[in-house]
């Protein structure tokens, strides 16, 4: 088992920066590929960046390239998404998880480990 926790989030201006972190505990951190996803009001939960074990490969959906950034520290057994440039439709409940296999993934129901969420509104 792998608990997750999720902080960092709140409320931001357009415009306006966060960290969310997500510390893991329970098993070997570095064994798992980590992600981030979100879910907006009234649709489902998406994809928006992953890195691999050992935080070489990292991968984005198209909508935050340039404005996230997905780092982990495995001495902390923590994963950061960096978020700048916040915009409105950013606002979601942002989920961290975790994934067993060994390559990147950006599918939800591969991933076997999530937490409970953190929610990050961007007023416009």
């Known amino acids: 088992q792998v608990q997750l926790v999720e902080s960092g989030g709140g409320l931001v201006q357009f415009g306006g920066s966060l960290t969310l972190s997500c510390s893991a505990s329970?098993?070997?951190?570095?064994?798992?590929?980590m992600g981030w996803f979100r879910q907006a009001p009234g649709k489902e939960r998406e994809f928006v960046a992953a890195?691999?074990?050992?935080?070489?490969?990292?991968a984005r959906t198209d909508s935050v390239k340039g404005r996230f950034t997905i780092s982990r520290d495995n001495a902390k057994n923590t994963v950061y998404l960096q978020m700048n440039s916040l915009k409105p439709e950013d606002t979601a409940v942002y989920y961290c998880?975790?994934?067993?296999?060994?390559?990147?993934?950006?599918?939800?129901?591969?991933?076997?480990?999530w937490g409970q969420g953190t929610q990050v509104t961007v007023s416009s």
């Open positions: 998880a975790a994934d067993r296999a060994a390559q990147l993934s950006i599918a939800e129901g591969l991933y076997d480990y």
């Open positions: 329970g098993r070997t951190f570095s064994n798992y590929v």
């Open positions: 890195i691999s074990r050992s935080g070489g490969s990292t």
